[in-house]
């Protein structure tokens, strides 16, 4: 059982934004602004996408955001394109001094 | 640019163990700590644990404990995962990934490696 909670899918037409919830409690992703996004095609390794909560890596389109409030962060897709029909997780640090992932949100363009 | 690329697809038995192999390139080795995290197949990512190539401290996730075993050797960049007394629900694919020195995130990935356990 993942120790954070995603919508198992989301879906957008192209054009649209979408948002990706990620709720955690007190321990995780409330306690530090160290909640990340990773991006998977299916047969792929995964993308870090955004770290910190809301920084993207260099490379990665500015069409993905981040942000967090309280125990729950979220992604932002916007200008939604059927490149981006992957699955994404989101991840955070913990107080017990490890990580722990969210089960993973399938986002499908219309 | 960063590269780690791990050992072969591998094929075991319940109760034995597997070692999985992730070399470095690109980047000093001991300024980035390595992950191992896993994915059952049609499943979700799972972090195992990880290594720091400076000092080779190691922390693992409490499911792991006593099962895994990581380790490195900085001669050739190359971290190692060992994981002991296989049961089907350990196929999966391995993946290591890099954090930076405490950015608490999964930078670099390797290209993963299929373990599977079947009798």
């Known amino acids: 059982q993942s120790a954070l909670t995603q919508p198992a899918s989301v879906s957008g037409s192209p054009g649209q934004s979408i948002t990706i919830s990620c709720t955690g409690t007190?321990?995780?992703?409330?306690?530090?602004?160290?909640v990340s996004w990773y991006q998977q095609h299916p047969g792929t390794a995964p993308k870090l996408i955004i770290y910190?909560?809301?920084k993207r890596p260099s490379g990665v389109s500015n069409r993905f955001s981040g942000s967090k409030s309280g125990n729950t962060a979220s992604l932002i897709i916007s200008g939604l394109q059927a490149e981006d029909e992957a699955d994404y997780y989101c991840?955070?640090?913990?107080?017990?001094?490890?990580?722990?992932f969210g089960p993973g949100t399938a986002v499908t363009v219309l | 640019q960063v590269q780690l690329i791990q050992s072969g697809a591998e094929v075991k038995k319940p109760g034995a163990s597997v070692k999985v192999s992730c070399k470095a390139s690109?980047?000093?080795?001991?300024?980035?700590?390595i992950h191992w995290v896993r994915q059952a197949p049609g499943q979700g990512l799972e972090w195992m644990g990880v290594?720091?190539?400076?000092?080779?401290?190691?922390n693992r996730a409490q499911k792991f404990q006593g099962r895994v075993t990581l380790t490195a050797d900085t001669s050739i960049n190359t971290v190692y995962m060992d994981l002991s007394s296989l049961t089907s629900e350990d196929t999966a694919v391995y993946y290591c990934?890099?954090?930076?020195?405490?950015?608490?995130?999964?930078?670099?990935w390797g290209q993963g490696t299929v373990v599977s356990v079947s009798s």
């Open positions: 007190s321990g995780d992703v409330g306690a530090y602004n160290s």
């Open positions: 690109g980047y000093t080795f001991t300024n980035y700590l």
């Open positions: 290594i720091n190539p400076a000092d080779m401290n190691t």
């Open positions: 910190s909560v809301n």
């Open positions: 990934t890099t954090e930076l020195l405490y950015a608490h995130n999964f930078e670099h």
């Open positions: 991840s955070s640090y913990t107080r017990n001094i490890s990580f722990v």
